[in-house]
């Protein structure tokens, strides 16, 4: 499975999405119906860890060097913590936010097509380099949800939902942050074998830094009982952040001399 085949896994991916959220959303009284939407939702996420898997095989190494490499795995992972919630919270809500984020990064991915190398430079043969990304990339996705959550709070404004829009914010904060300071940690040891120091306050090692705070000083605020339209508010900007963690730094000109460079694509 290569480029060529890319768009059209993509599309389908995002069609079997819209329709089935269509289905879901608008029919509660008719149950086959919405098993009929959410089967079709769930088949949308298949199809991106079948190409997923494919690529994998075709590239002969793990998709996690570029930008646009680590946004499949970001549009392949975000609906499943949309399904997990509803499945653990009974919140509906939370997946169609899911889906539109994950056809966001794949239309960025069909509109800005990458080059794709099979080679890794040698910092990247590491046996850090997966557990890392795919460390940070969960927790990525994670916080990207409860940002979501977050927002539909705000919007929303109703009392019963606000309230469950923030817990289940909170509980996908809590966790994602826990996959942040291990993406940290992995990082690290990563950078002492590869480069021999553990951190030299790069630039893109600088804003993850920055990135964990900022989810740190909302655990604080949490603990510390602040106001919780304030907490719905420091939630949904937060993410903000990462993202610059995320991709933002590499437009910065001190990415230039970045050890990270190799993510750019």
């Given at each position: 499975?290569?480029?060529?085949?890319?768009?059209?896994?993509?599309?389908?991916?995002?069609?079997?999405?819209?329709?089935?959220?269509?289905?879901?959303?608008?029919?509660?009284?008719?149950?086959?119906?919405?098993?009929?939407?959410?089967?079709?939702?769930?088949?949308?996420?298949?199809?991106?860890?079948?190409?997923?898997?494919?690529?994998?095989?075709?590239?002969?190494?793990?998709?996690?060097r570029t930008l646009g490499e680590t946004?499949?795995?970001?549009?392949?992972?975000?609906?499943?913590?949309?399904?997990?919630?509803?499945?653990?919270?009974?919140?509906?809500?939370?997946?169609?936010?899911?889906?539109?984020l994950a056809s966001f990064f794949l239309w960025v991915n069909i509109r800005f097509p990458e080059v794709y190398d099979k080679t890794l430079m040698p910092a990247l043969q590491s046996v850090w380099f997966i557990p890392h990304v795919v460390v940070y990339l969960v927790g990525y996705v994670l916080l990207a949800a409860s940002s979501a959550a977050a927002w539909h709070s705000i919007f929303r404004n109703r009392l019963s939902e606000g309230k469950n829009g923030l817990e289940v914010g909170h509980y996908l904060a809590l966790l994602g942050f826990v996959f942040l300071t291990f993406g940290l940690v992995f990082g690290a040891l990563w950078a002492k074998e590869a480069w021999g120091h553990y951190w030299t306050w790069d630039p893109k090692e600088t804003w993850a830094l920055i990135a964990w705070?900022?989810?740190?000083?909302?655990?604080?605020?949490?603990?510390?009982?602040?106001?919780?339209?304030?907490?719905?508010?420091?939630?949904?900007?937060?993410?903000?952040?990462?993202?610059?963690?995320?991709?933002?730094?590499?437009?910065?000109?001190?990415?230039?001399?970045?050890?990270?460079?190799?993510?750019?694509?």
């Amino acid at each position: 499975m290569t480029l060529v085949e890319f768009p059209y896994m993509a599309k389908g991916a995002m069609v079997f999405w819209g329709i089935g959220s269509l289905l879901s959303a608008f029919s509660a009284k008719e149950r086959v119906l919405k098993v009929l939407g959410m089967g079709l939702m769930m088949a949308g996420t298949a199809i991106m860890v079948f190409f997923l898997i494919a690529f994998w095989m075709e590239l002969d190494r793990p998709p996690l060097r570029t930008l646009g490499e680590t946004r499949l795995w970001y549009a392949t992972l975000i609906p499943v913590v949309g399904f997990l919630v509803e499945y653990r919270w009974k919140i509906n809500w939370l997946k169609y936010y899911c889906v539109a984020l994950a056809s966001f990064f794949l239309w960025v991915n069909i509109r800005f097509p990458e080059v794709y190398d099979k080679t890794l430079m040698p910092a990247l043969q590491s046996v850090w380099f997966i557990p890392h990304v795919v460390v940070y990339l969960v927790g990525y996705v994670l916080l990207a949800a409860s940002s979501a959550a977050a927002w539909h709070s705000i919007f929303r404004n109703r009392l019963s939902e606000g309230k469950n829009g923030l817990e289940v914010g909170h509980y996908l904060a809590l966790l994602g942050f826990v996959f942040l300071t291990f993406g940290l940690v992995f990082g690290a040891l990563w950078a002492k074998e590869a480069w021999g120091h553990y951190w030299t306050w790069d630039p893109k090692e600088t804003w993850a830094l920055i990135a964990w705070l900022v989810y740190l000083g909302y655990m604080h605020a949490n603990s510390a009982k602040v106001d919780r339209n304030k907490l719905q508010w420091y939630l949904a900007l937060a993410f903000l952040v990462l993202l610059v963690s995320w991709f933002g730094v590499n437009y910065l000109p001190s990415a230039q001399s970045s050890v990270h460079t190799y993510q750019t694509g």
